[in-house]
């Protein structure tokens, strides 16, 4: 096993955090950004190099791999297909859509859309997402929304959902949703900066479209209704993180002090407690806010410690949670 710590990255953006990442680090962090991309190889849209990670030694984390692809990820991955993140929501993010990998295929020049999912490290009482459309939506009312940046009506005709600490859901590509206020959350999706802003005024922005106009990018919008039941389906349960309909995207796992690592690129977590990340050539002492990357090769390697109890599940066990991507590239539309 072969372990990188991974420095800060966070790329400037648009809405505001609030500290979190910084406490949660414990290391120098910038407090008024809020958000971290962990071993990112992506880039942000249209703002290249920014949201590129790099690693202590320097190196750009993409380059390096480029240089090596086998080493890092194996004999059967071109690319990581993953990208990680911590995300500080200090204000509420406004209403976005991400497109799913047909729509980017067609439309962005890539294989990958963004279906993406959240594991809620922190959340103030009352703390919420939106996600998905409450009722059937008409392309004609979607439209005027966005046209005529009728926030409030939009955000009504969505599904206000409570958060607390150790959930976990999913977030389909295509599916309307905005984080609320007060949220530190892990993000785990699909490795690309592509989103379609259905609110963007109050945000300091002109538009969110991709360049594509709205008439076309709005066609990415999955405007159908979600109810209680199917948006239940989008958490995971006591046994498995993710639900099943996330395995096509990526993997995300729960580990706890003695668990063996995968043995594939992965990006770690450490969301509470502390012990150490040992192999057959690495030994590093982790605790909550430690991020880094790891290629395992076939042998003993693990980690060691007992975390802190936490509202996470399985209940009354805290976890350290890895991003890794396990769609075979050749997979890919």
């Not at 958060?163 to 295509?174: E, K, Q, R, S």
């Not at 106009?213 to 389906?233: F, I």
């Not at 309909?245 to 003695?258: I, V």
């Amino acid at each position: 096993m072969t372990v990188e710590a991974l420095p800060a990255n966070q790329p400037e953006t648009f809405y505001r955090g609030a500290g979190r990442i910084a406490e949660f680090r414990n290391v120098p962090a910038l407090a008024d950004r809020p958000e971290d991309w962990v071993g990112s190889v992506t880039s942000r849209f249209a703002l290249a190099p920014a949201g590129l990670s790099t690693l202590a030694d320097g190196r750009v984390l993409a380059e390096a791999i480029a240089a090596d692809p086998g080493w890092w990820l194996g004999p059967d991955r071109a690319d990581t297909g993953v990208l990680v993140k911590l995300l500080d929501a200090g204000q509420r993010l406004p209403l976005h859509v991400h497109p799913d990998r047909r729509f980017a295929t067609a439309h962005l020049a890539t294989p990958y859309g963004k279906t993406e999912a959240w594991v809620i490290v922190s959340a103030r009482p009352g703390a919420y997402v939106h996600l998905g459309f409450a009722r059937d939506v008409s392309s004609a009312e979607l439209g005027g929304w966005v046209e005529g940046q009728k926030n409030d009506e939009m955000l009504a005709a969505t599904n206000r959902i409570p958060v607390a600490a150790g959930d976990a859901i999913l977030c389909p590509a295509g599916l309307p949703h905005a984080i609320g206020d007060g949220i530190l959350l892990v993000e785990i999706q699909e490795p690309t900066d592509f989103s379609v802003l259905l609110e963007y005024e109050g945000f300091g922005l002109a538009d969110g479209h991709l360049g594509l106009g709205y008439d076309l990018a709005l066609q990415c919008v999955d405007r159908g209704a979600w109810t209680p039941a199917r948006l239940d389906g989008l958490r995971g349960s006591a046994s498995q993180l993710l639900p099943a309909a996330a395995d096509e995207f990526f993997a995300a796992n729960r580990l706890h002090g003695g668990d063996q690592l995968p043995h594939e690129f992965s990006i770690l977590v450490v969301v509470g407690g502390e012990g150490r990340l040992s192999g057959a050539n690495d030994d590093l002492a982790v605790r909550r806010g430690t991020r880094c990357s790891f290629r395992t090769r076939p042998g003993r390697s693990g980690s060691t410690g007992r975390s802190r109890p936490s509202a996470s599940v399985p209940p009354a066990t805290d976890s350290w949670i890895p991003g890794v991507s396990r769609v075979p590239a050749a997979d890919l539309p």
